[in-house]
């Protein structure tokens, strides 16, 4: 069974950064993909960014792209996402998830970025 726990959600003045952290524990592999979803009340929720376990090349949301940056540690089997210059916009509830033949999700951090 696997289980993940997320981290460093919070409120933040636009323009500011967060760190969010996502730690998983049971049967993950270094080729397993993690990353991030988001949704936002009254709308779907969305990819924001992915990246395998070991490293290696990431994905991005376009709306995301450059503000971002997704990492992981194999050791730790933990997934990090920096977020900077945070807008408005990206208010919203954050889940981590990793594909381990079906998906699992983290319990959600809230993201609160003010005007």
């Known amino acids: 069974q696997v289980q993940l726990v997320e981290s460093g959600g919070g409120l933040v003045q636009a323009g500011g950064s967060l760190r969010l952290s996502c730690a998983a524990s049971?049967?993950?592999?270094?080729?397993?993909?993690m990353g991030w979803y988001r949704q936002a009340p009254g709308k779907q929720r969305e990819l924001v960014a992915r990246i395998t376990i070991r490293g290696g090349s990431a994905n991005y949301a376009d709306s995301v792209q450059g503000r971002f940056t997704i990492s992981s540690d194999n050791a730790k089997k933990t997934v990090y996402l920096q977020m900077n210059s945070l807008k408005p916009e990206d208010t919203a509830v954050y889940y981590c998830y990793a594909l381990v033949g079906t998906i699992r999700w983290g319990q959600g951090t809230q993201v609160t970025v003010s005007s």
């Open positions: 049971g049967s993950i592999s270094s080729s397993t993909t």
